[in-house]
């Protein structure tokens, strides 16, 4: 859906942005994607809140739970209450207990968990990589083709095709065998988002840098999709191992209305680096405008990956000892 909307915004929108000045057009293609990024992120928190209003109250409802309708969650509260896998082989005596009832019993209200959340210094070390990780890639995804294009390329179909594959891919490998790697090679799974992010990070600094960087832009493009898989997938997971399930949707929702900060903050460097650099590369024989854009996003990513990847042990301690 990210390709396909960025082929329309390539293909259409400039229809309805037809303006003699390509400075101007650009700005108002600037204002409008802004303006829908930040509706669909307030959008998504609301629907969050509604999310975790309506699970809070759901206990309430006795003749409807959706743990009964699934017999693989239906014992789940006995593996949480377990301290051992023996102690949640089902047996004729032993009678589970709903899964909803058991997170409903907890003595900490929604308030004090949603508390907690906000003024854990640990949260904004993470709110910082995700807004960052998700704008920088959307950032990349949204100015491809000008990207592409002040590279002498004119390959846009295939390197959209290539980060839709790429994503889709990844995002269904991540799903498949995270936990099988994890459990494996015990490696955590803020190992894998910490690396994802630093290896996006140096991607973005080759382009900002490298003397010829359309040599391996696929590369750039597949890292872009890699990181934005990836931490789509497994970022809600880290959020509910260390803040726990119950507040998910509150807790997801606030990082995804946050991550609007990292791509409006680099589309307005973009825009500043384009019509310093971009228009006048010519001149200036740039091997690629918007440089400055690529080195600020880089750097960013990679020194937060490595803040996220230094502080992994303090996240793990709150988390469940497998995560």
Sequence with gaps: MIAFSTFLEIHVLRNWFDESDPTEAFQQKLRFFMVTLCASSVFAFLGCKITDRTEKNEHEIEHFSSFNASPLLSGGSAVLGSSSPKAAIPTDDLEYVQLADQMSASSVTYQQQITRFLTDPLMYPLNAAFFMAVGATEFFLTNLSSILSSLGQDTLDYDLQLYSVTSTVIRFVIMVATDHVCATYRISRLSILAGLIVM?????????????????????????????????????????????????????????????????????????DYTRNCVDSANNNLVICSTYTFLLSGVALTVLGSLIYSLKNRYLARADEDF
Excluded: D, K, Q, R
Aim: proline share 4%; glycine share 12%; charged share 0%.
């Design 200 to 272: 996006c990070g140096l991607g973005h600094v080759y382009l900002s840098s490298w003397p010829i960087p359309g040599l391996h832009v696929n590369v750039v493009v597949m890292l872009n999709a890699l990181l934005n898989s990836g931490i789509y997938t497994l970022f809600p997971a880290v959020l509910a191992a260390v803040y726990g399930f119950e507040v998910l949707g509150t807790t997801y929702g606030i990082f995804s209305c946050c991550s609007i900060i990292g791509n409006m903050l680099l589309n307005l460097v973009y825009g500043a």
